[in-house]
């Protein structure tokens, strides 16, 4: 290879999920351990792997995508390497071993198609917005992938009373064991939430994180409707 380009050869694999630098997902694909990923997400793959958009069991399971709260999934299946990405997002991988996540659909690029998942409305936001807010959640044990508009902090709620506040157009994921409520502020409006009108946040407490992403654009945002 080519001496410049060697540095930029895929490590071996060591995980079935794993990032290949900052905005780049490799995944080892086996025949029985199937993947659902965001359609349009593949960039390269080797041996031999198939795809299927919008299979039935994620007709079934999404209804509610098709009003807009989610993004069209693709099964993939097969042996070898597969590489995902969106659109030069950081790439987030974690292994759910036994625990939950709630994701904003606009930010799930895969996950392992054993986990059991769901699109669900959010607790506690119904007397705030006075509309529904709905989320993906995914528990069990395997993998998962989130993107963010550059590089995320995760930030640990602490167990305690002490309320942690994120607006909403930055928001990737959290613990879905979390309290969450809404909280107007109409004195931030000008520092918070600087494309989406009134200013709000989404106030999270107990015990579990927050993954929030350095950015507000609007096409980001968590879905909301009546």
């Known amino acids: 290879m080519n001496q410049p380009l060697a540095g930029f050869a895929p490590a071996p694999v060591t995980a079935r999920m794993e990032n290949h630098g900052n905005h780049m997902l490799k995944v080892a694909m086996q025949t029985g351990n199937d993947l659902l990923a965001r359609v349009g997400s593949m960039v390269a793959y080797e041996g031999f792997v198939q795809y299927e958009p919008n299979p039935p069991a994620v007709r079934q399971i999404a209804r509610d995508w098709m009003t807009g709260e989610g993004a069209p999934l693709m099964k993939c299946s097969g042996d070898g390497l597969l590489y995902l990405a969106d659109y030069g997002a950081n790439v987030v991988v974690i292994n759910l071993n036994g625990d939950a996540i709630s994701v904003n659909a606009t930010n799930l690029l895969a996950f392992d198609a054993h986990l059991t998942w ?4 959010v ?12 989320n993906t959640k995914i528990s069990g044990q395997g993998w998962v992938a989130l993107t963010s508009r550059g590089k995320p902090i995760v930030v640990d709620c602490g167990g305690g009373e002490d309320e942690t506040y994120v607006d909403p157009d ?5 613990s879905p064991n979390l309290r969450v409520k809404g909280k107007r502020s109409f004195k931030a409006q000008s520092l918070i939430g600087r494309g989406s009108g009134e200013a709000y946040q989404m106030a999270f407490s107990g015990q579990g994180i927050v993954v929030v992403q350095p950015s507000e654009d609007s096409t980001d945002r968590l879905r909301v409707r009546g």
């Open 118 to 121: 769901g699109v669900e409305r």
């Open 123 to 134: 607790k506690g936001l119904a007397k705030f917005a006075g509309q529904g807010l709905w």
């Open 170 to 174: 930055a928001l990737v994921a959290w």
